[in-house]
């Protein structure tokens, strides 16, 4: 390898057209998820205090948004759901008519080309906040275990084409994948939030989704953030268990996780931008601290080019404004 003052590594950085030659990762709204979340009634849009720009949608207007974001070219939506009532057992999770089915099914009859890949969880649902049945206060997993499979099976029958699995109870793919087949869905990919952690930065989402825990907190299944060994195995258990697509969540303050799961097991991999590290972006260029799109490429540049195949990101709308102004400049 030559050495300066043969080798010169400014060369390439000397003008804008030899740097998007040489460019190694680059961005597509092809990578990007939007999440959405689904409300009961009609006519609403109404936006999360602690995350401006994103909005609880009824379902007419949620089929709305699902045709504008497919003109921006964005190829797949994750959906929530904030059911009318909740129960201990999390029975709107798996209703054939809950607020989730419904979604589905609107927003595959009436928009083509957008993927519907569906948030798998009991803590929407439950009257107490938690992600899986109790008792006393113990997290029960494999009763946990079989409402999440009929909660993904139901999903498939309202036309859902990708499962995604959040909860984090151990064998939950597996049962997902069994229940999925037995009822024919065997063409149904799973992607499963494989490392997901017990994260200070999904408060946010928690307002959003109105899912808070009643008492206690998820650190008896969500990974403590200071292990990545241990998100190594529970990335092996979800392949070995039928995983078509593995995750970690959050992103940016888990790039060296992300980087770790896709150099080891070279599965597509998604990464979630969490609503945490979207508000601190939004407060922040509010402030007038940072500037907003610049921060944004590079976040979701980052993501990607630690090994994020895709990325689930409340900017992916956002992302395609800005691309489009780029474009005319
Ligand atoms: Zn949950």
């Not at 959906?79 to 999390?90: C, I, M, R, T």
């Not at 009763?143 to 499979?149: I, R």
């Not at 980087?259 to 939004?282: D, H, L, N, W």
Request: net charge negative.
């Amino acid at each position: 390898m030559a050495d300066y003052p043969l080798k010169r590594l400014r060369r390439l950085r000397n003008n804008p057209i030899i740097r998007d030659m040489v460019r190694e990762t680059e961005v597509n709204v092809k990578d990007l998820i939007y999440p959405l979340f689904a409300v009961p009634g009609s006519n609403i849009k109404k936006e999360i205090k602690s995350m401006p720009g994103v909005f609880h949608f009824s379902i007419d207007n949620l089929v709305k948004e699902c045709r504008e974001l497919a003109e921006l070219g964005i190829p797949a939506v994750i959906l929530f759901g904030v059911p009318e009532h909740k129960d201990e057992q999390a029975s709107e999770a798996y209703n054939p008519n809950g607020i989730i089915q419904q979604a589905i099914r609107a927003i595959k009859s009436e928009v083509k080309n957008l993927l519907v890949i569906t948030d798998v969880c009991l803590c929407e649902y439950t009257s107490h906040g938690h992600c899986g049945m109790l008792n006393g206060q113990e997290i029960l997993n494999d009763e946990t275990v079989s409402l999440l499979a009929k909660t993904a099976v139901s999903h498939a029958e309202a036309g859902a084409d990708i499962i995604a699995p959040s909860d984090m109870m151990d064998g939950r793919v597996l049962a997902i994948r069994k229940s999925l087949d037995y009822k024919g869905f065997q063409n149904i990919p799973i992607m499963s939030y494989s490392a997901k952690y017990s994260s200070a930065y999904y408060g946010p989402f928690r307002d959003a989704a109105n899912s808070a825990p009643a008492f206690g907190d998820r650190k008896s299944h969500q990974m403590d953030p200071a292990n990545t060994n241990e998100a190594m195995q529970e990335v092996e258990s979800d392949i070995a268990e039928g995983a078509d697509i593995v995750m970690v969540k959050p992103a940016g303050p888990y790039l060296d996780v992300l980087y770790r799961v896709k150099q080891k097991f070279g599965m597509p991999t998604a990464a979630y931008q969490v609503s945490g590290e979207y508000a601190m972006i939004k407060a922040g260029a509010q402030l007038g601290w940072i500037d907003e799109e610049r921060v944004v490429l590079e976040s979701l540049t980052s993501i990607k080019r630690a090994g994020a195949d895709m990325i689930i990101t409340y900017f992916a709308k956002d992302f395609t404004n800005i691309q489009q102004k780029a474009g005319l400049k």
